[in-house]
């Protein structure tokens, strides 16, 4: 099993159309690592390498495998 922590927030964009963005860090409990997130798609690579330990050559939760 595995734990992470998610935290998200929304940042205030220093420009013009002064539209804020999405930041965050993912913290894997188990190992200590965490990652600083620009993009909220950055969360599935993060944890991905550790869901794939449970299930080496497994597709992708969420994905089947092709036949």
Do not use: C
């Given at each position: 099993?595995?734990?992470?922590?998610?935290?998200?927030?929304?940042?205030?964009?220093?420009?013009?159309?002064?539209?804020?963005?999405?930041?965050?860090?993912?913290?894997?409990?188990?190992?200590?690592?965490?990652?600083?997130?620009?993009?909220?798609?950055?969360?599935?690579?993060?944890?991905?390498?550790?869901?794939?330990?449970?299930?080496?050559?497994?597709?992708p939760?969420?994905?089947?495998?092709?036949?």
């Open positions: 099993m595995h734990t992470f922590v998610l935290r998200v927030w929304l940042e205030p964009k220093e420009s013009r159309d002064g539209i804020p963005e999405w930041r965050g860090v993912i913290e894997h409990i188990n190992s200590g690592k965490n990652q600083y997130l620009k993009e909220l798609d950055e969360i599935g690579a993060f944890v991905w390498p550790f869901l794939e330990s449970m299930n080496p050559g497994g597709p939760p969420g994905k089947q495998r092709q036949i």
